[in-house]
């Protein structure tokens, strides 16, 4: 049997993000990789070999350009990355020569060259690396949640929150070690959705003419807190802990 982690820091964030909007897996995933591109942009840029990395990625994917441009003083740490990135495609594009595309018969015969030589050169070679960093976030911490799934401090605060988005759910169902683990992970879950069964169907009715003058109450925000139980994310504005009130921004 593998030993359990000890309750260092990665225990204390799993703690304490439950009781933050939004699917805890997630949010720990993002600012992992927050402070990943942070430490990139302020100490790593000027390596010749992390920069020959970026290049082969491509630099970020659009979701993680996305978490770059809402960083501050990111501009010349960007200019840097995406420069030599842009050179390698001019220079390979002024090496570019036309192909023509096979036939469909002499793809089937195996005649032809089978592809544009020059698109295959402008393929990214390896993955945005804060993707890498996400997914290893993400398991690591999955791993942490089960195997401390009977720690009263870390399970009170689980069945409390807000609970894991359904990926999450899944990739933490999959690698249950124990059918006790299983059990103490679903049993929350479920009854966080049937809560949000009532509360869908109470705001439901409460958008009927009929009803309209009602105030709305604990259902007010469950709209929000549904995307986010199915899609995944942690807050980001488009969730609410109860009674209509926004998250903070992930990054406060």
């Known amino acids: 049997m593998p030993r ?5 820091t990665p225990y204390f964030e799993l703690v304490d993000a439950q009781s933050q909007s939004g699917c805890p897996i997630c949010r720990l995933a993002y600012k992992a990789t927050s402070r990943y591109l942070d430490s990139l942009l302020y100490e790593a840029v000027l390596d010749p070999d992390v920069r020959d990395k970026l290049k082969n990625s491509q630099g970020f994917c659009a979701a993680h350009v996305d978490v770059l441009t809402r960083k501050p003083g990111r501009a010349l740490g960007v200019a840097l990355i995406y420069r030599d990135i842009l050179r390698a495609v001019a220079d390979t594009l002024d090496k570019a020569d036309f192909q ?3 036939s469909p018969l002499s793809r089937l015969l195996r005649k032809g060259s089978g ?3 020059t698109t295959a050169r ?3 070679r390896a993955q ?4 890498v960093i996400s997914e290893q976030s993400e398991r690591d911490y999955v791993q ?3 195997a401390h799934l009977d720690d009263e401090k870390l399970y009170t605060a689980y069945s409390q929150g807000e609970g894991l988005c359904l990926r999450h759910l899944m990739v933490a169902m999959e690698a249950a070690p124990d059918e006790a683990a299983f059990r103490r992970l679903i049993e929350p879950q479920s009854e966080r959705y049937r809560v949000m069964l009532r509360d869908l169907d109470e705001f439901i ?3 009927d003419h009929r009803f309209q003058g009602e105030k709305y109450g604990e259902e007010g925000d469950v709209w929000l807190r549904v995307m986010n139980t199915i899609i995944g994310g942690a807050g980001m504005g488009l969730s609410a802990k109860s009674g209509g009130r926004r998250s903070p921004n992930l990054d406060d």
């Open 4 to 8: 359990k982690p000890g309750k260092h």
């Open 100 to 102: 023509r595309e096979p």
């Open 115 to 117: 592809g544009n030589a």
């Open 122 to 124: 402008l393929q990214a």
């Open 128 to 131: 945005c690396p804060a993707c």
């Open 144 to 146: 942490l949640l089960l």
């Open 205 to 207: 009715r409460k958008r």
